[in-house]
């Protein structure tokens, strides 16, 4: 199986973790969505991260979700898995596990509770626990509440060898991306950025090598990238302005990942838009506003002439 | 002068305070910036805002720059000066020297220090302190760190006539305008809504009577709010998708005030973009940025027939 | 099995789970800490909670631990096992098999990322989870960083038969205790109090039950509740005040666990003082600062004819 | 007029700020107040900080204040101000008016918004805001939500000559203050700890140089610094634990101030007990917990010889 490592680029699609109706995890749409995700300009997926309800599962529902996953994609795209755990014991676990079924790599969230200068010995230790497992470190301040200064990501990245990639999405963070990619001497890590990819022209022009994100449309991830390294920021900026109305709204926190598997679901990708509690479903308004901008958006892909694959 | 009171809609801008290079507030811009916002359809003034750097002037400074402001607007829309201060003391001395200088009201947002459920008695020491003067509760949790419910918010202004208005910036927030407007019973306030108007068109949906923000291109949130009421949500939304990829870009947390001050004055509305300490300016790359989202929105407004008065 | 209900009180050890000095899980010296706890004075035993280093054990270890633990208590004092988890799958699995293991009840915490007032929600969706598991509520605001206000602890007991018991550890939450005791109509829970036991006397006044914390000394907590429900408040404050020296260096968030289990290692509870990663060791000033306090303890607990059993 | 160094030392008292019943500044209450607090040991007075209801005065108040304390200190020992503000307008006229009438120096904590790694910066611009004044950095966590790292406080010492002193009420902090005074090369400054005095024996024994903080019972303070200094740690730790059971209780986060200006009260040093709003009173049940504790504190200051001067 190929491992993560720092040439990682293009789009790596944080999966959802599909469920039936009656909260099972969904065989099935687990086949259907990695076959949708691949048909859409995946160079990657990403399971078991924060938008994909990890915490629900039980260890061994994650171990077995992740094996399917491995299974069905058969080594057409590297597959990471997140293994971010308030303790070092399950996280070596469920990452050998992940390792042992075929995965590339593991992705890693300090915990809430780490105090900013503590960041060092927290990969230290994660380093230590994951061996020679390729991790993507994944610095999301929002989410987590620790900030992490880009010298101190240089310094993680100086000391940790199979530190492998960043998962970006510091917000505001372009200035990290440069500062990152202007640090002289430091290796050569993969940058993915997240976020929803409401930032991703600039994060690519700042010197990212991709995304890391599931807004419901990998075509604009893709759209994007392919633009980007082709030399066509025009392009790259028509296609990203199309979506962005949705991706806005996708983005919220609170109800963003009902969004995105009510599209998912529309358009196919998974059975049902069914999340295990706490769950958040959407209310009439905010359907009709779903709608709306679908509606808008493929007035406007069709205006560039940029339909997705539906 | 007119009082505040629940009927305000439309566009209350959140006012920039002009500098000079020098760091001295710029009474010449001040007046230039007054007209730009009222001949780009600023209904409101707000001054003395988050990003209006209110606490990096002295007291005394506050209130010149509120009776100036005043004095220019010379009556033609209501202004609401930011009130929030660490001690009542002073948020009491500010609040009666702004309405003594022709003020419509003022704003106020809790200290982060607040507990969510001390916000009543917050608000209610407000209200003392202010005595008859109108005032706008700021619900803008990702910067204040104050959640107040909407049953909270509800009981305030139930229990506190003096409370008019809500200038909401819980994001995501949208749930929130409509338990608002759906509560049986509850006094109407008024309900403007911010976070750089990257969700007004479904705000509006949603039972808001406009914005108070300070996006550098009024005209964007006149154009919504005007085709919203005129019942045109296709022709709100062409124009706020228009402006949307640099709305984005200037609600980035950090660089956002240097973003707005730059575009204002590259339009004329200030002298210069300069900040009073502790401040951010643009480097190469967000220029390079910022003029790249200017080009192609003049080519979307053009597009269609939308441009902004230059 | 006993089942945890609302006449619980006394003192509940807030168990460690001992290492050896290669990182296991350490079998003997469970066996040995066990009779130390009971020996002093326990009238119930949790395990797995904060000071438990509950994270750093996989799901594995953590069953068989708590199978360990209950085997040896062989049902003298009913054994509550910490079932927090950031989701509600392995936190039903954990609590299933604790309760098959023989436990009287699992303790939770809300997770940080909780929004005050979906404090409500979260426990019902515990409680679903539960089915008919009797659970104690851990409010602790200053790990948890959410605040449940005392009205709305009372909701959720109202709510929710199978909440049977409150760890209470806001700070400073005197009034929430007797806000809790004198709530009309409100069903009776148990009130034990953790924060290292440094306002036990208080806290006993007010109507706590007793204790749920693990300072080193569990005759502190014996002695002080023994003397409070025998009616003497003097002798209660003398045998507190001879070990509040002690008890206040314990209670540091950071080094406080190495604390405890360095004097549990010194007084034979447990073999070694070892913690799994991360882990923080006593320097040599802290030990020294440790054996200050411990040798002044010994003569402090003699002068008032309160020796601990050592 | 002295200004503040690194030669600081011995008790600093941060003082409250005495209110009518009515709510003025007690004019009188200031007198007796300075007085009682020389009386008892104090090497140094601390006005306007966090217990001083600093945000409740006036600007033109708390210039008034300071000047009546300086009159009435009469050079006996230095005054400083606490000066901490959200904007650097505000911050450098106080700091100015103070150093005018007479004070030694200013304190200055971080804003709660500032993340970590700004620290330096902002602490460069504080120093350029006041010019020669000596500045102390205030570090205290608990209330600011910043983190400072000891090796981010040794590069701002290095790179700012006029910041003399560390008031540490990290916590805990320990280790910080050994890290302080180990560093090689590190310019000496003085610290004083904060915390309410509840880590000051071994504070003193890690290199602090006294304290700065306002236990109602500054022979407290006195007794320990005294003791540690003349080489006498038990002596040190018998006066201390005799204060502990009532330091703990004044130390709660809430109802702190209320216990303090109780005391000072009941003691004599100010009128009344009464503080602005937003205020808190002691209710019956604390009013008892204090007296509880004050006679039992009386009986053991009786049994070591160490009576307060009352």
Redesign the interface.
């Known amino acids: 199986m190929p491992r993560l490592d720092e040439t990682a680029a293009g789009v790596y699609i944080i999966a959802v973790t599909p469920f039936t109706d009656t909260g099972a995890v969904d065989l099935a749409s687990t086949e259907t969505m990695v076959e949708f995700y691949l048909a859409r300009g995946a160079t990657g997926l990403t399971v078991l991260g924060m938008m994909g309800?990890?915490?629900?599962?039980?260890?061994a529902?994650a171990i077995a979700f992740t094996r399917q996953i491995v299974r069905r994609v058969a080594g057409r795209v590297p597959v990471v898995v997140g293994a971010s755990?308030?303790?070092?014991?399950?996280m070596g676990?469920l990452s050998r596990a992940a390792m042992d079924a075929g995965a590339a790599g593991v992705m890693v969230a300090p915990p809430?509770t780490l105090?900013?200068?503590d960041s060092i010995?927290?990969f230290r230790?994660v380093a230590?626990?994951l061996g020679d497992i390729p991790f993507v470190l994944q610095d999301f301040p929002q989410a987590s509440g620790v900030?992490i200064?880009p010298?101190v990501i240089r310094r993680i990245v100086d000391a940790l060898p199979s530190c492998v990639m960043l998962k970006h999405e510091d917000?505001?963070g372009?200035?990290k991306i440069?500062w990152l990619r202007d640090a002289e001497g430091m290796r050569r890590i993969s940058i993915l950025t997240g976020n929803g990819g409401?930032?991703l022209p600039?994060e690519l022009?700042?010197g990212a090598d991709g995304a890391m994100t599931g807004f419901a449309f990998p075509e604009m991830m893709q759209g994007v990238v392919d633009a980007h390294f082709a030399g066509d920021?025009?392009r790259a900026?028509d296609i990203?302005?199309a979506y962005?109305?949705l991706a806005?709204?996708e983005q919220?926190?609170?109800?963003?990942l009902a969004v995105r598997k009510y599209i998912l679901a529309r358009r196919g990708a998974i059975a049902s838009d069914a999340q295990?509690?706490?769950r958040s479903a959407l209310?009439q308004?905010?359907i009709a506003?779903v709608e709306?901008l679908l509606a808008?958006q493929s007035d406007?892909l069709a205006a560039i002439g940029a339909a997705p694959r539906d």
């Not at 919220?252 to 963003?256: D, E, K, L, V």
């Open positions: 309800e990890a915490p629900k599962l039980s260890g529902e755990s308030p303790g070092f014991a399950a676990e809430g105090r900013t200068d010995a927290y230790n230590d626990t900030q200064a010298a917000w505001p372009l200035n440069t409401i930032f600039e022009r700042r920021p025009q900026s990203f302005d962005l109305p806005r709204y919220q926190p609170g109800p963003g295990r509690t706490p209310n308004a905010e506003e709306f808008r406007r």
